[in-house]
C-alpha cells in the first residue's frame, strides 16, 4: 500500500473511532488525561503496525485490541489516587445529567464503580454493548470471541451487577 493510501486509512480510522477509544478509554481508567494518552498511544501503535504493511481486516478491532492492552498496561503500574483524580471523577457523567434528577447522577457513578469491579471478560463486553451502542456481532469481533461467548458474558455480567445493586430481576 502506498503512503498516501496508508495515511489517508489511519486518518479516516481515526477520524471515525478517536472518540469512542476515549469514552471506551475514560470508563475504565476514569482519568481524562489518562484516557487521552492512552487513545494517543492506541493511534501511535495502530500507525506502526499499518506501515509494517501487514494486512488489517478489521481496523477497529486492532484499534480496541492495542486500547484493552495499553489499559491493562497502565492498569498494572502503581498508580497513587490524588485529590484532583477524585474530583475530575466526582464530575464526570457519561451521560448528559442536565434533564435528570440529581439521585440519577449518583447512581450512575455507583454504576461505573460496580461495573470497574467486574472481571474483565464481563466488563469489557458490558461495556461495549451499553456504553458504546455495539452489537453483539461487532463485540464479538472485536474481542475475538464467538457471538454466544459474548451474549452469555453480557448476560452473566448483568446478573453480578444486578446482585450488587440488589435488585430482583
Known amino acids: ?83 484532583e483524580w477524585l474530583h475530575e471523577f466526582a464530575q464526570y457523567d457519561p451521560v448528559d445529567t442536565t434533564t435528570q434528577h440529581p439521585h440519577d447522577a449518583v447512581l450512575q457513578s455507583e454504576a461505573l464503580v460496580a461495573i470497574e469491579k467486574l472481571d474483565e471478560k464481563y466488563r469489557d463486553p458490558i461495556i461495549l454493548r451499553y456504553m458504546e451502542d455495539k452489537t453483539i456481532g461487532e463485540i464479538a469481533s472485536l474481542l475475538g470471541e464467538s457471538e454466544n461467548t459474548i451474549s452469555v458474558r453480557i448476560h452473566r455480567g448483568l446478573q453480578k451487577l444486578k446482585a450488587h445493586f440488589i435488585i430482583e430481576p
Do not use: G, P
Open 1 to 83: 500500500m502506498e503512503k498516501n493510501d496508508m495515511q489517508s486509512h489511519y486518518m479516516d480510522a481515526y477520524n471515525r473511532y478517536a472518540d469512542a477509544l476515549f469514552r471506551y478509554c475514560i470508563v475504565r481508567v476514569r482519568n481524562r488525561d489518562v484516557a487521552k494518552d492512552l487513545v494517543q498511544e492506541t493511534f501511535l501503535k495502530a500507525w506502526t503496525y499499518i506501515t509494517q504493511d501487514k494486512d488489517i481486516e478489521n481496523i477497529q478491532a486492532l484499534l480496541y485490541r492495542i486500547a484493552h492492552n495499553a489499559i491493562i498496561d497502565f492498569s498494572r503500574k502503581k498508580r497513587s489516587i490524588s485529590l
